[in-house]
C-alpha cells in the first residue's frame, strides 16, 4: 500500500462548481501537507499547504487536514478553466525533507 | 525573481549512453532536491542536499544513479549506462533550507531513453 492514496480521476465539473480533491495517508509522522497544481508538462507549482490539523483559506482554495482520520482535502471554489490541471497532494514529516506524493488528480473546467 | 531553472529541457539518448541533467536552484536557496516523474510510478524523491552536509541518498534507485553539488548552488544528475526504464521527467527543486518545507519545482528535464 502506498503512504499517499489519491483518486487519480478524470474528474470533470462545469465552471463556477465547486471541486473537492482528497487524499489518504498512513504515516503517522506526516506533519505538513502540500498541495501542488501541476499544468501539462510543467513542473509542479506550489498552491498552499497546513501544518498539521486544521484550515487554511487562500483566495478561492481552502486545504484541510484532518489528522484523527489521516485525510486531506482541497476545496476549490468558483473553479474556473485556467484550474484544469493536475493536483498533486504532498506530505512532509518534521524530520525528513522529502515530498511524498499522491499519484495526483486530473481536473477538467468546462468553460 | 529567477525561478529554478533546469537543463536540458528535453534529452534523447541511446540505451548504454551516459547523461548528465543540470539543475539551477533558486539564489539564496541552500536545499535541493531531485525527483523523477514517470507514469507508472508518479513523482518519487531521488536526493535532498543541504548546504555542506552529506547527501540523503536514500531515493536513487541504483548505483547508475549519481548527483553532485558544486559551490552549494548548481546541480549535476548523472545516470550511468542508461536503461529505458530510466525514461521520465527529472525535476529538481529548492528551499529556503532546514526552517523551510515549501519547495519550488523547475520545469524538468524529460528524457528519453531509446
Known amino acids: 500500500q502506498k503512504e499517499v492514496e489519491q483518486d487519480p480521476g478524470p474528474l470533470s465539473v462545469p465552471e463556477g462548481a465547486i471541486v473537492s480533491l482528497n487524499c489518504t495517508y498512513s504515516?503517522?509522522?506526516?506533519?505538513?501537507f502540500m498541495w501542488y497544481r501541476q499544468y501539462s508538462r510543467k513542473g509542479p507549482e506550489l498552491l498552499m499547504y497546513?501544518?498539521?490539523?486544521g484550515n487554511k483559506e487562500d483566495g478561492r482554495f481552502t486545504a484541510q487536514v484532518d489528522k484523527s482520520s489521516k485525510y486531506i482535502s482541497l476545496f476549490i471554489r468558483d473553479s474556473q478553466p485556467s484550474d484544469s490541471a493536475t493536483y498533486l497532494c504532498a506530505p512532509v514529516s518534521g524530520s525528513a525533507r522529502q515530498l511524498t506524493f499522491g499519484s495526483g488528480t486530473q481536473l477538467t473546467v468546462l468553460p | 525573481g529567477a525561478g529554478v531553472s533546469q537543463s536540458p529541457s528535453n534529452k534523447v539518448t541511446e540505451k548504454g549512453k551516459d547523461v548528465e541533467l543540470r539543475c539551477d536552484p533558486i539564489s539564496g536557496h541552500t536545499a535541493l532536491y531531485w525527483y523523477r516523474q514517470s507514469l507508472g510510478q508518479g513523482l518519487e524523491f531521488l536526493i535532498y542536499f543541504q548546504g555542506n552536509s552529506a547527501p540523503d541518498k536514500s531515493g536513487l534507485p541504483s548505483d547508475r544513479f549519481s548527483a553532485e553539488r558544486t559551490g552549494g548552488s548548481v546541480s549535476t544528475l548523472t545516470i550511468q549506462r542508461t536503461q529505458q526504464e530510466d525514461s521520465a521527467v527529472y525535476l529538481c527543486?529548492?528551499?529556503?533550507?532546514?526552517?523551510?518545507?515549501?519547495?519550488?519545482f523547475g520545469p524538468g528535464t524529460r528524457l528519453t531513453v531509446t
Open positions: 497546513t501544518y498539521s490539523s
Open positions: 527543486a529548492s528551499s529556503l533550507g532546514v526552517l523551510s518545507y515549501e519547495q519550488y
Open positions: 504515516n503517522s509522522a506526516f506533519q505538513y
